[in-house]
């Protein structure tokens, strides 16, 4: 069993506007709408400081809903469908258990890929 440090904010996934960057961040500015890879402070929360590797561009036409959705749950379809798989257009795919995040998601990447 993990006891993680108290106090601990849980959460990898998040999605927001940057409010301040640090003095070495180039590549992002005050006011840029991001989704969450990570963070080192936990996402669970209404503010959470991340490196910039946690960070990615998050398209003006996602809502933050969707976009602190996207990481964890279509990363791991992703990964199921085509990194271990290798999912093919025209093959069969049984998705077992499609009704959480990763379901849906991979529901949508394998219509995508036909």
């Given at each position: 069993i993990v006891k993680p440090t108290l106090p601990y904010t849980p959460g990898t996934d998040g999605a927001g506007i940057i409010?301040?960057?640090g003095n070495n961040v180039t590549h992002?500015?005050?006011g840029d709408r991001v989704?969450?890879?990570g963070s080192v402070t936990g996402t669970y929360a209404e503010k959470s400081i991340c490196n910039q590797s946690h960070i990615?561009?998050?398209p003006d036409n996602v809502t933050y809903e969707q976009g602190a959705?996207?990481?964890i749950p279509y990363g791991t379809a992703y990964s199921a469908l085509f990194q271990c798989t290798s999912a093919k257009p025209n093959e069969s795919v049984l998705i077992h258990g499609a009704s959480g995040g990763v379901g849906i998601?991979?529901?949508q990447?394998?219509?995508a890929r036909g």
């Open positions: 409010e301040k960057i992002w500015k005050e989704y969450l890879t990615q561009p998050l959705a996207i990481f998601a991979a529901i990447f394998a219509k």
